[in-house]
């Protein structure tokens, strides 16, 4: 069953000595299975609109978006894995060395927090923290 709720999604982007705060928030659809929470949301990029999606479990989070731009970067607590961001401007190769990923679900509430590294070309480029909160939309 297909849930309407509420995705609220905040970030924090550390390169170059500077700081980037990142929040979004947008309506979406919450559904589970095979054990597994989907969450599909609809963003803006610019004059586009980009589909995304988040697929939860207790050890991993899945981030895939398709339109403006196109990847699926994968979370996993103490794992490294490699993600291609296709954007207009041409694609990159990416490896996501995650930190820290929790996930917790109570009271019709979801919430999942990863902090994670980010390299291209095996080049350090950023420490990031990604926090997504979906609750029931009112």
Same mark, same amino acid.
């Given at each position: 069953?297909?849930?309407?709720?509420?995705? *609220?999604i905040s970030g924090?982007?550390?390169?170059?000595?500077?700081?980037?705060?990142?929040?979004?928030?947008?309506?979406?659809?919450?559904?589970? !299975?095979?054990?597994?929470?989907?969450?599909?949301?609809?963003? #803006?990029?610019?004059? #586009?609109?980009?589909?995304?999606?988040?697929?939860?479990?207790?050890?991993c989070m899945e981030?895939? !978006?398709?339109? *403006?731009?196109n990847t699926t970067?994968?979370?996993?607590?103490?794992?490294?894995?490699?993600?291609?961001?296709?954007?207009?401007?041409?694609?990159?190769?990416?490896?996501?060395?995650?930190?820290?990923?929790?996930?917790?679900?109570?009271?019709?509430?979801?919430?999942?927090?990863?902090?994670?590294?980010?390299?291209?070309?095996?080049?350090?480029?950023? #420490?990031?923290?990604? *926090?997504?909160?979906?609750?029931? *939309?009112?």
């Amino acid at each position: 069953m297909t849930k309407r709720v509420w995705v *609220a999604i905040s970030g924090v982007r550390y390169a170059d000595g500077e700081r980037e705060d990142v929040e979004m928030a947008a309506a979406g659809e919450y559904f589970e !299975k095979d054990g597994i929470s989907y969450v599909r949301y609809d963003e #803006d990029e610019g004059t #586009d609109t980009v589909r995304s999606m988040i697929k939860l479990r207790p050890d991993c989070m899945e981030i895939v !978006k398709k339109g *403006a731009v196109n990847t699926t970067m994968i979370f996993q607590q103490g794992k490294n894995t490699l993600a291609s961001y296709m954007t207009p401007a041409g694609e990159l190769f990416m490896e996501i060395r995650t930190g820290r990923l929790e996930v917790y679900k109570d009271n019709g509430t979801l919430e999942a927090e990863t902090e994670y590294s980010l390299m291209i070309n095996g080049q350090h480029v950023s #420490d990031n923290r990604i *926090a997504v909160r979906v609750s029931a *939309a009112g």
